[in-house]
Structure formats: C-alpha cells, structure tokens
C-alpha cells in the first residue's frame, strides 16, 4: 500500500467523470423530472379545476332550470290575469256597443214615430181637407182659405 | 486458489493477492511493469497501478454511460425500467444534498452523484470471486491484479484530495482569503490564542479528507483481505464463510458509498457557510 502516481491519475479521473457527470448526466435527468414533476401538478390542478367548474355548471343549470320554471309560471299567470282582463274588456265593449246599438235603435224608433206621426196628421190633414173641400164645395177656395188650414194643421 | 497453487504459501498467495499490476519507472529511468517485490520497492513514488486506475476508469466510464444513454432517452409520460432507477438514484442524491447542502452550487448535486455510484461499482467489485479475475489475467500472463480499485489508497486519496481542493477553493471563493484563514484562527479560542486554534482547526481540516479517504479504504481492504483469507480454506468449506460475508459485504459497500457522499455533501456544505462560533 505506497502512495505514488496512481493517487494522481485517480485524482485527474475524478475530476473528468464530475465534470462530465455535471455536464452531460445531471441536467437532462433533472429537468425531464422537473418537467414531469410540473406536468402531473399541472394535471392535478386542471382536475381540480374540471370538478369545480362540473360542480360550478351544475349549480348554475338548476339555477336556470329554477329561473326558467319560475319565467313559465310567471307568463302563465300573467298569460291568465291578461285573457281575464281581455275577457272583462270585450264584456265591456260589448255592453257599450249593446248600448250604443239600443240608444241608436230607440232614436230611430222615436223618429220613426215621429216621422209616421207627421205623415198621418199630413193625412189626416189632406183627408179633413178633402173632406171640407167636399162638403164646402163652393163657399170654401182652398187658395183663400190656405192660410187657415195651415195653421189646423200645425196645430193638430 | 492456494490448494492448485501448491508453489505457494499462504502468506505468498495473499501477499500475491494484495500487490497492483504496477507500471513505473526503474532506478536506471527505464519504464516497465514491475515484477517482484524488490522492482516494486525500487520505483517507489513513480509508478501506476494499472489495475486500479483500469478498473475505476472503465467502471467509471459504464457509470457515466449508463446514466448518460438515461439522460439521452428520458421521457417524461412513460418512463421505463432503468430510467425509474436512474431517477430513484437521482432522487435520493438530491434529497441528500437538499437536506445537508445549504448554499447554492450545481456542482455538488453530480459531484455527489458521481462519488455515490462510482464508489459502489468499485467497491462491488469485492463481490467477484477473489480468484476468478487475477486467474484469468494470469492465464493471459498478467502477473498481478487487484481488482478493487477502493482497496487501494491511492484511488480513495485521489478522491479525498479532490474533495479536499474543492473545499479550500470555495471555502476562499465564499469568505474570502480573510474569511477561510480566520476561519482557520479566530475558533476556538480567540484572537491572542491564534496558533493553537491554527493547530486545532488545522488539524480538523486535514483530518477531512484523511479520515474521508482511509474510511473508504479500510473498509474495503478489509473486506478484500477476508475474501482472501476466505479463499485459503478448502473449497469444500468456503461457501459457507464466503456466502455470509459476501451477504454481509453488499450492505458495506453500499453503505461505504453512502457515507462518502454524506461527508462530501456536508463538507462542501462547510465550505460554503461561515462557522458560527462555537
């Protein structure tokens, strides 16, 4: 066991295998581990992530599913208190126009009335008229005695 | 197996068994591979174990090429068998450095990988059979080889001087010439007291990378030599001392790899934090 010349190449040696291994060994292996290291916590992460937003749209869909349903009862009640309110208009309407038709009708009546009224004192006037014509044939001129039957028949 | 090797003994074999294949120089400046334990003590300082330095650099080299095909390939949805043990390793090296390493620097996450993996391949060539590989290399006339490179103090020292002059560097590059020598003598005595806190830091820090180094290669010469002593008994009985062992040996050189990543971790830490006072 005498220390001589091998201690130096062994030292040398050494040397050039740490340089190598720093150099060319250690990094790739190092990295390719951090990158997977990274790629599995990334993976991790994004899991998490699809859970919490499956979990986040399956809340938000009952909110709709809910917020729709609460949308349909709301258009059927107002769909309801609309037709109702659309029924009661058209009772109204419709009472006003039986109304209108009524009054009108009865006016009509009335001058109707009046109307045949006027034509049979007319008549009756022209029957009186030709009565008195024949009876007072001669004494009597229609044109003189205009006047005074005029005012018969106004009053009748 | 010293029963076929009736040439020689027991002390022969395991002294065979613990000399490196060694390249060095010659008194008369000629280089060669030693044979002999005189050509061996003749080279002294000046001379390579092939052995250790081919071990730990092809293992050195299946670590990084293994990791680096897994670095090329990474996919990151379906990652298949080895890339899951690259990862798991890579893990377990960073959660180390994370929970020891307070400052921030890219070098020592690798700095600690490449210790942690490529002390246990060496050390787990203590688990080939003691005899198989030199055997082999003899039949091919290769006269001695010691198969673990962690066996052999100057692979462990040549790691701990590295971790050594990494820890003076940024220890000087995050506090400052100033900051490192005071570190050295203000602690723990105070100013007036400054040569024995140089003594006692100083102490403190050589026995770093001295401790770090002599661990790792007491344990493993250890093991080898068990192995070795394992291996002179008859080969009828050997499976049954051999198995536990080496049963046994896979938690030290698992361990052994750990606890030097541990130590390099925590003292690159040191080095990049100042000391509170103690």
């Not at chain 1, 917020?67 to 109204?92: C, G």
């Not at chain 2, 003598?185 to 100013?191: S, V």
């Not at chain 2, 049954?240 to 690159?268: N, T």
């Amino acid at each position: 066991m005498n220390i001589n010349l091998t201690l130096v190449g062994q030292l040398i040696m050494f040397a050039m295998f740490t340089w190598f291994c720093m150099k060319f060994v250690w990094p790739p292996i190092v990295i390719a581990m951090e990158e997977r290291r990274k790629r599995i916590e990334e993976g991790l992460l994004a899991a998490e992530k699809g859970m919490h937003e499956k979990e986040e749209a399956h809340k938000k869909s009952k909110e709709i599913i809910k917020e729709s349903k609460e949308k349909a009862a709301h258009i059927i009640t107002n769909a309801k208190s609309q037709a109702a309110s659309i029924v009661e208009d058209s009772k109204e309407l419709a009472s006003i126009e039986a109304e209108k038709i009524k009054n009108r009708t009865t006016a009509e009546l009335e001058q109707d009335t009046i109307k045949a009224k006027n034509e049979l004192k007319n008549q009756i006037s022209d029957l009186v008229m030709k009565g008195v014509s024949v009876i007072l044939e001669k004494e009597v001129d229609s044109k003189n005695h205009k006047e005074i039957l005029n005012k018969l028949t106004q009053s009748l | 197996m010293a029963t076929t090797d009736s040439a020689l003994s027991s002390g022969e074999y395991i002294k065979h068994h613990l000399q490196n294949l060694t390249y060095g120089r010659f008194s008369d400046g000629s280089w060669g591979i030693a044979h002999g334990a005189d050509e061996f003590k003749e080279m002294g300082f000046w001379a390579f174990h092939i052995d250790t330095l081919g071990f730990s650099l092809v293992l050195g080299v299946l670590f990084l090429f293994l990791f680096y095909k897994a670095g090329r390939n990474m996919t990151v949805e379906t990652p298949g068998g080895f890339q899951n043990f690259v990862e798991s390793v890579i893990d377990f090296v960073n959660d180390n450095v994370r929970g020891s390493f307070k400052g921030k620097n890219p070098l020592v996450a690798p700095l600690a990988l490449t210790c942690f993996i490529w002390i246990i391949l060496m050390n787990t060539m203590d688990l080939v059979p003691v005899d198989l590989l030199p055997r082999i290399a003899s039949l091919m006339g290769v006269e001695y080889l010691k198969v673990v490179p962690t066996a052999d103090p100057n692979a462990t020292f040549g790691m701990s001087i590295g971790i050594f002059i990494l820890m003076i560097y940024y220890s000087i590059k995050q506090k400052g010439i100033g900051g490192f020598v005071g570190e050295l003598t203000l602690h723990p005595f105070g100013k007036a007291m400054f040569p024995v806190n140089l003594l006692l830091e100083g102490v403190g820090l050589l026995a770093k990378p001295v401790s770090l180094a002599l661990r790792l290669f007491g344990n493993m010469y250890a093991g080898e030599l068990i192995f070795i002593l394992i291996a002179l008994f008859p080969f009828y009985m050997q499976w049954a001392l051999s198995l536990p062992w080496a049963i046994f040996h896979i938690l030290i050189v698992l361990l052994q790899g750990f606890i030097f990543m541990v130590l390099v971790i925590v003292y690159m830490d040191m080095a990049h934090t100042k000391a509170t006072d103690h």
